[in-house]
């Protein structure tokens, strides 16, 4: 069974660019998460989806980021502008009826 | 609000020793789960082992086991005869559970654990 994919799996922008973080969950999981952790900072979570629905989003930090899924199926997590405070590491996980499944994660570095 | 709290921030170990890994957490609620998740370096963040608060016995995966102290508000993991592979980053994760596979994980910061040949 294929795990969780993100890619890219390190990103470089400058302030003010755009950056699209994309998540391929495991096959048939109906439910995504996005989590990031901030350097020295707690892995925080950032929205959850059910199929192609946004269940929770009320980690999403500002409308800044902007998270899609489309068909239910991958997901991708834009951030636009991006702003210094917002590197990290993204990560996306995905479950059926048991425990999250976790990506390698996205490192956004933003200078 | 749930808070999770890992109080050791770096721990080392020789190798083929045991080594404990400290976890309390803040909840109202009396139904959850706890985890304790694993990232060795550049690689992603895998299960090692769950404990649902239910149950009075302390889970185990082989090596790996909890001493989970529900009245304390404890969840500690034990690793036994340390390998160098155990080198990584573990986070103590809490959850509430809504059903259909739906957890949202609150983390600790994590505690990095270097296994020393």
């Known amino acids: 069974e294929a795990g969780v994919t993100q890619f890219p799996s390190h990103s470089v922008i400058e302030k003010g660019q755009t950056v699209t973080l994309r998540c391929d969950p495991i096959?048939?999981?109906?439910?995504l998460y996005w989590y990031r952790r901030v350097m020295g900072k707690e892995i925080k979570f950032l929205l959850h989806?059910?199929?192609?629905?946004?269940?929770?989003e009320s980690g999403m930090p500002n409308n800044r980021f902007l998270a899609e899924r489309t068909g239910g199926t991958y997901s991708t997590l834009k951030v636009q502008p991006a702003e210094l405070e917002d590197s990290g590491v993204y990560f996306c996980?995905?479950?059926?009826?048991?425990?999250?499944?976790f990506g390698a994660g996205s490192r956004l570095t933003v200078l | 609000a749930q808070t999770v709290t890992q109080s050791q921030p770096e721990m080392s170990v020789q190798e083929a020793e045991t080594v404990t890994l400290s976890c309390t957490y803040d909840?109202?609620?009396?139904?959850?789960?706890l985890f304790w998740y694993k990232q060795p370096p550049s690689r992603q963040m895998i299960l090692v082992i769950r404990?649902?608060?239910?149950?009075?016995q302390n889970a185990t995966e082989n090596r790996f086991s909890v001493n989970f102290q529900k009245a304390a508000k404890s969840f500690s993991l034990k690793i036994s005869d340390s390998q160098l592979g155990d080198t990584a980053m573990y986070f103590c994760?809490?959850?509430?559970?809504?059903?259909?596979?739906?957890?949202?994980?609150?983390f600790g910061k994590g505690t990095k654990l270097s296994v020393i040949p």
């Open positions: 996980a995905s479950s059926h009826s048991g425990p999250l499944t």
């Open positions: 096959s048939g999981h109906d439910n």
């Open positions: 989806f059910v199929k192609e629905s946004k269940q929770d």
């Open positions: 909840t109202s609620e009396n139904n959850y789960y």
């Open positions: 404990q649902e608060a239910y149950k009075q």
């Open positions: 994760a809490f959850s509430l559970y809504s059903g259909a596979g739906s957890y949202q994980l609150t």
